[in-house]
């Protein structure tokens, strides 16, 4: 998110010209967020489900053991994320950005595990 800014920002100086060296520099280094993400855990998710109230959404991230078919046990919920929707509408375009980066590259994602399975060839 902090670099779709930054990007937009540099666009918007590279349009505009280059209005002098020190005073390009500055505004660069303003709109640059600094991110500290040592403390930052890390975990996979292949489950995601959305809540909300009309304040804020509620993304559930978890493990699915059977991705197949509807599972017989329960899916374990590992993380919530809370948020507004103006951050959530901020994420959803930095994630559309990136998966269309991704399907342009490699191709379009099949969503439907169904459709992605490749049967056992017939005798």
Do not use: W
């Amino acid at each position: 998110m902090a670099e779709e800014k930054t990007e937009a920002a540099n666009e918007e100086a590279d349009a505009k010209g280059s209005i002098g060296g020190k005073v390009g520099q500055q505004q660069e280094q303003a709109n640059r967020v600094h991110v500290d993400d040592s403390g930052a855990t890390c975990s996979y998710a292949n489950f995601c489900r959305v809540t909300g109230t009309p304040e804020e959404l509620i993304i559930d991230f978890g493990l699915n053991a059977q991705p197949f078919g509807v599972p017989t046990e329960p899916v374990k919920i590992s993380q919530r994320i809370v948020t507004n929707y103006y951050t959530a509408k901020r994420m959803l375009h930095a994630l559309h950005l990136s998966v269309q980066r991704h399907e342009q590259a490699f191709g379009v994602l099949e969503t439907d595990v169904q459709k992605r399975v490749v049967g056992k060839p017939q005798a």
